[in-house]
C-alpha cells in the first residue's frame, strides 16, 4: 500500500516548514488526500504547489494573491491577464518601496555625514530625529 511522501519530507523538499504545511493546508492553499484513518498523504504534486507558494511568498504576493495565482494554475487553458494584472501591481508596489527606502537611506547618510562628533546638544542625529520637519527627504505624510 502506497502513503504518498511523509510531511518530513516534503518540508525539506519545498523547504517549507511543516507548521507552514499545516497552515497552508488549514486556509485551503493545500488539500492533501488523505488516509482512511485521516492521516496526510502527499505527492509531488503537493511539493511543486508548496514550492509555488514558497516562491510567490519570497516575492511579496500575499496570501489572496497566491489563492488566485494557484487558481489560475489549475486552470492553464485561460487567459494569463489575471495572473498579469497580480504581478504589475506587485512592482508598483515594489518600486514604491525601493523609492521609500532610497529616500530613507539618503536621510540617514545625510544624518550621519552631519554629525560632528561633538556634543548630544548640537548632535544632528537627535535633531533630526527629534523635529520631523528637518527630516529632508522622507515622507512626511507615512504614520510608523
Do not use: W
Amino acid at each position: 500500500m502506497h502513503h504518498g511522501i511523509a510531511i518530513g519530507k516534503v518540508s525539506d523538499a519545498a523547504r517549507v516548514k511543516i507548521p507552514t504545511i499545516r497552515y497552508y493546508e488549514q486556509i485551503g492553499l493545500l488539500a492533501p488526500n488523505r488516509t482512511e484513518g485521516n492521516r496526510r498523504t502527499y505527492g509531488q504534486d503537493d511539493v511543486e504547489r508548496l514550492t509555488f507558494i514558497r516562491h510567490s511568498r519570497e516575492l511579496g504576493f500575499n496570501i489572496d494573491e497566491i489563492r488566485t495565482l494557484l487558481s489560475l494554475q489549475d486552470a492553464p487553458h485561460q487567459s494569463c491577464h489575471e495572473a498579469d494584472t497580480i504581478a504589475k501591481a506587485r512592482l508598483v508596489e515594489v518600486k514604491r518601496k525601493i523609492a521609500s527606502l532610497t529616500a530613507l537611506k539618503a536621510e540617514l547618510e545625510r544624518m550621519v555625514e552631519g554629525c560632528s562628533h561633538g556634543r548630544v546638544e548640537t548632535c544632528q542625529v537627535i535633531e533630526i530625529l527629534a523635529d520631523h520637519g528637518k527630516c529632508v527627504f522622507h515622507d512626511h505624510t507615512v504614520a510608523a
